[in-house]
């Protein structure tokens, strides 16, 4: 059973940064693409960055590019993202996702991923 646990939320003023983290069980970690998603309150939840199995392929939000780092390390099955000049407009609940097809790149559609966590929210204050 693949379960999906984020870490690291919390509340940051205008400028600052924060790290997520997401710890995958269940499976082979290496094998899967990842990505992160948000919900801001009353909107949909949207694509943030994904990343490669190996880690050499990253996709990035329009929205995000620039300011946030996906990455993962394979050894300690956990997925980060780092978000630096983070702004009131991310504030969002963030979701870690996972594709249920192992070797396939996944950019920013919902339907790419069949698992989700249950969410680490993030609050910026301006």
């Known amino acids: 059973q693949v379960q999906l646990v984020e870490s690291g939320g919390g509340l940051v003023q205008a400028g600052g940064s924060l790290r997520l983290s997401c710890a995958a069980s269940g499976r082979t970690f290496s094998s899967y693409s990842m990505a992160w998603f948000r919900q801001a309150p009353g909107k949909e939840r949207e694509f943030v960055a994904a990343i490669s199995w190996g880690g050499v392929v990253t996709y990035y939000a329009d929205s995000v590019k620039g300011r946030f780092t996906i990455s993962r390390d394979n050894a300690k099955n956990t997925v980060y993202l780092q978000m630096n000049s983070l702004e009131p407009e991310d504030t969002a609940v963030y979701y870690c996702?996972?594709?249920?097809?192992?070797?396939?790149?996944?950019?920013?559609?919902?339907?790419?991923?069949?698992?989700w966590g249950q969410g680490t929210q993030v609050t910026v204050s301006s």
């Open positions: 996702a996972a594709p249920r097809i192992p070797y396939r790149v996944t950019r920013g559609e919902r339907t790419e991923y069949d698992y």
